[in-house]
Nanobody, 116 residues
């Protein structure tokens, strides 16, 4: 069983920054893709950013250049650096890794609160 543990969430004011980190219990190079999702209260979970390699990254439209996803193969971590945060970015952020078939794993989530 693969375990994903997120950290780095917290409370910031509008315009602030946070960096989320996801520690994966298996070599991240064994996965097809890694990503971050979020779920706001009363809303469905949505993609924030996903990557297959350093040259293959996908961001949701609402990111608008404010977030950067990256990975560290030596540490088996996936980070999400967020800046220019707004109250609309409030929610629980989840780390996700997908295997080469239908297998995927989720972390338990980390809360991000942005106040105006």
């Amino acid at each position: 069983q693969v375990q994903l543990v997120e950290s780095g969430g917290g409370s910031v004011q509008s315009g602030g920054s946070l960096t989320l980190s996801c520690a994966v219990s298996r070599r991240i190079t064994s996965f097809n893709s890694m990503g971050w999702y979020r779920q706001a209260p009363g809303k469905e979970r949505e993609l924030v950013a996903r990557m297959r390699s350093t040259r293959d990254k996908q961001y949701a439209d609402f990111v608008q250049g404010r977030f950067t996803i990256s990975n560290d193969n030596a540490k088996n971590t996936v980070d999400l650096r967020m800046s220019g945060l707004s109250p609309e970015d409030t929610g629980v952020y989840y780390c996700n890794v997908k295997g080469w078939g239908t297998t995927e794993y989720w972390g338990q989530g980390t809360q991000v609160n942005v106040s105006s």
